[in-house]
T-cell receptor, first 110, second 114 residues
Framework: DAKTTQPPSMDCAEGRAANLPCNHS???????VYWYRQIHSQGPQYIIH?????ETNEMASLIITEDRKSSTLILPHATLRDTAVYYC???????????WGLGTSLAVNP | EAQVTQNPRYLITVTGKKLTVTCSQN?????MSWYRQDPGLGLRQIYY???????DKGDVPEGYKVSRKEKRNFPLILESPSPNQTSLYFC?????????????FGSGTRLTVV
């Protein structure tokens, strides 16, 4: 079973920030939080990951709560091309297995 | 361009006819893995390989074989396909270091077994 909980679907207006939540209350100390997205039936695409500090890259920002029991992926200015299923996954750095849930289907509307 | 290449993209076959789905990566990644994706079940790992000549079972290995004779290639073999193996398949690769590097996925192979 997936160790994360995400809402099944969300909507966002084009140009606005999309904030995608993820709960991972049983996270272990050595587990990273990863985010991937899958556009239609293409291969999943890596977005960002973090351990305890907030992270930002050219695609998104990742905010992890201080107790590490939840996180939020932020797409600062969502576009129609950001419509996808977003997966929040936990993975220890030396464990190559990913356990995938069903993710959040994000619809960016014009 | 750094990528994972799967072939074929689409395949329709008949029950019992052996097939191979190829996967190749050009990033010198140590780790490679196969997943299948089914509606309502998400992505499930079939097999993975930590390095050349090292393979291990994932969550749903029954009916599949793999080999890792070279670092860049990781073919998925279905010796006797059955209709319940109709699915969307993805190959993925990553560096083997323990610092949480992201995975690169192929574009997928949609397999239909009739």
């Amino acid at each position: 079973d997936a160790k994360t909980t995400q809402p099944p679907s969300m909507d966002c207006a084009e140009g606005r920030a999309a904030n995608l939540p993820c709960n991972h209350s049983t996270i272990s100390g050595n587990e990273y939080v990863y985010w991937y997205r899958q556009i239609h039936s293409q291969g999943p695409q890596y977005i960002i990951h973090g351990l305890k500090n907030n992270e930002t890259n050219e695609m998104a920002s990742l905010i992890i709560t201080e107790d590490r029991k939840s996180s939020t992926l932020i797409l600062p200015h969502a576009t129609l091309r950001d419509t996808a299923v977003y997966y929040c996954i936990l993975n220890a750095g030396n464990n190559r297995k990913l356990i995938w849930g069903l993710g959040t289907s994000l619809a960016v509307n014009p | 361009e750094a990528q994972v290449t799967q072939n074929p993209r689409y395949l329709i076959t008949v029950t019992g006819k052996k097939l191979t789905v190829t996967c190749s990566q050009n990033m010198n990644h140590e780790y490679m893995s196969w997943y299948r994706q089914d509606p309502g079940l998400g992505l499930r790992q079939i097999y993975y390989s930590m390095n050349v000549e090292v393979t291990d079972k994932g969550d749903v290995p029954e009916g599949y074989k793999v080999s890792r004779k070279e670092k860049r290639n990781f073919p998925l073999i279905l010796e006797s396909p059955s209709p319940n193996q109709t699915s969307l398949y993805f190959c993925a690769s990553s560096l083997g270091r323990p610092l949480g590097y992201g995975y690169t996925f192929g574009s997928g192979t949609r397999l239909t077994v009739v």
